[in-house]
């Protein structure tokens, strides 16, 4: 993976040359109740739909305004669909998920450590998540499970936020701390040294990660999605 440093400081410097003037005309973020102006009216970025916060927030859980699932609400139904998938991997459909994120592992290219990911693209460093895993050994089959845990609780939500960003980015983030940091030491006992690095899970990284496994797991919803939602949790 090599970058191009020029280009990257030159983009860089446009960007923060175009942030750093207000527009009037962004004078209000999107997000109903909020009087906050959007963040291309405060010189603040370019976003000419949301506020800092919303905007922030947006990147970390694929919405302005609705927050991403707590482990005491999701993991019931991670449980209930690992273990459907468990039980019905032999079917086609299952089968088929499951090699295709299998595939999604095994195509992500060379593992880069999670202190090395800086000036990727977020393309880059969604591949760089999918080879972590794979050096992790995480199975395929507990990545599939994850979005179909995801598409039943939202399908159970009665205040869900319904657009695939959201779904994607919610299934993303789980799958992405399966194995989200390297971990390295030099040394033995006291004197040893470690290091710990955890790429911030947000962004683009996590839509491209989303997008690539909704993909994977489409055909498994669309054929035996009925029969999975029957074992719901709710």
């Not at 963040?39 to 506020?51: I, K, S, V």
């Not at 209930?80 to 295709?100: L, P, T």
């Not at 004197?191 to 690095?197: F, N, Q, S």
Request: glycine content about 6%; overall charge positive; hydrophobic content about 35%.
């Amino acid at each position: 993976m090599s970058t191009n440093w020029t280009a990257k400081r030159e983009r860089k410097a446009e960007v923060k040359s175009r942030a750093s003037e207000p527009s009037a005309m962004f004078s209000r973020c999107r997000v109903v109740g909020c009087s906050r102006p959007a963040r291309a009216g405060t010189g603040d970025g370019l976003d000419t739909r949301f506020c800092r916060s919303h905007a922030d927030h947006y990147a970390r859980h694929g919405s302005p305004y609705k927050a991403s699932y707590k482990a005491h609400e999701i993991n019931p139904y991670r449980a209930a669909a690992q273990a459907w998938v468990e039980a019905n991997q032999s079917d086609a459909y299952v089968a088929n998920a499951i090699d295709r994120v299998a595939t999604l592992l095994r195509t992500a290219g060379p593992h880069v450590e999670a202190f090395r990911l800086r000036g990727l693209s977020p393309q880059e460093r969604a591949k760089a998540a999918w080879a972590r895993l794979r050096k992790a050994g995480i199975d395929p089959r507990r990545v599939v499970a994850t979005w179909l845990a995801v598409e039943m609780i939202i399908r159970d939500d009665p205040q869900a936020e319904r657009k695939a960003e959201f779904k994607q980015v919610q299934a993303a983030k789980l799958v992405h701390r399966m194995a989200s940091g390297t971990h390295k030491q030099w040394g033995e006992g006291p004197t040893a040294t470690e290091l710990h690095v955890y790429p911030r899970p947000r962004g683009r990284v996590l839509r491209h990660m989303g997008e690539a496994l909704e993909k994977a797991c489409e055909l498994l919803v669309e054929h035996r999605g009925s029969d999975l939602f029957k074992r719901s949790p709710n």
